[in-house]
């Protein structure tokens, strides 16, 4: 977990200006009060140094119903309104934190984690995954055109809808769909976003601001009996192994 906590703070600390405590800084962990009751799934690099935090080098944080059983909460519950989710009375996943090391990008170690994740998906007859994914920035303007297409195509169904609280809620609707580039507004989503979709994800209905970590979220949800048969060939696509 100290490995993991480790990335995320390289990453989302060093790299995307999140804010963390003077304490976690001098420690260079980024970390909080949901870990424990997540599990962690680590993509190793065994070639790295583990005596320095250093050979993980991947990592999702995972709850399952076990985990929510003891958490009592789930850590997007703070930005989303997760009622329908909850009602559903479906085997419910959060998911989340997820990022790789720079050196790692562009080549299969997004994957790898996604192979792993499916692997955890099946095995524990998970039906919907859930979890908060963010733009980086807290700039709305500059995010009008992907957040409309999100907004215009990719709405959650009634019974999964998930919605932005109120307090740093920013309405998606922003442009008319006759304004759209759905191409140039693709090209701004992030990929793991664009991975959901593909999967057949959808997002919530409002985005949440989150300015201690310097981005703006939307919450994807996905029912995975949902997916296409060809999707879930890819997603189950075994090429590597995760620890």
């Known amino acids: 977990m100290l490995a993991a906590q480790r ?121 919907v995954m859930f979890g908060a994914a963010s733009f980086h920035g807290t700039d709305v303007a500059a995010l009008a055109r992907p957040l409309s297409l999100l907004h215009h195509f990719h709405a959650a169904p009634p019974a999964l809808t998930v919605k932005a609280r109120p307090t740093h809620r920013v309405d998606m609707n922003l442009l008319p769909v006759a304004d759209l580039d759905r191409a140039a507004a693709m090209a701004m989503v992030p990929p793991l976003i664009k991975a959901y979709l593909r999967l057949g994800g959808h997002v919530s209905d409002g985005a949440w601001i989150d300015r201690s970590f310097n981005t703006t979220d939307v919450c994807l949800v996905m029912d995975t009996a949902r997916m296409s048969a060809k999707h879930r060939d890819f997603y189950t696509r075994k090429q590597g192994r995760a620890a």
């Open 7 to 127: 990335l995320r703070y390289e990453v989302f600390v060093e790299e995307l200006g999140a804010k963390v405590s003077d304490e976690d800084h001098a420690a260079r962990l980024e970390r909080d009060e949901f870990d424990p009751f997540f599990d962690h799934l680590l993509l190793i690099d065994s070639r790295r140094n583990p005596a320095h935090l250093q050979d993980v080098v991947g990592v999702y944080r995972l709850m399952p119903p076990e985990g929510f059983a003891n958490a009592g909460r789930y850590y997007s519950d703070t930005e989303f309104d997760l009622s329908n989710v909850l009602r559903s009375g479906r085997r419910l996943l959060e998911i989340g934190r997820s990022c790789v090391h720079r050196d790692m990008r562009g080549g299969a170690g997004m994957l790898l984690l996604w192979n792993a994740l499916a692997e955890y998906v099946l095995e524990r007859g998970i039906e």
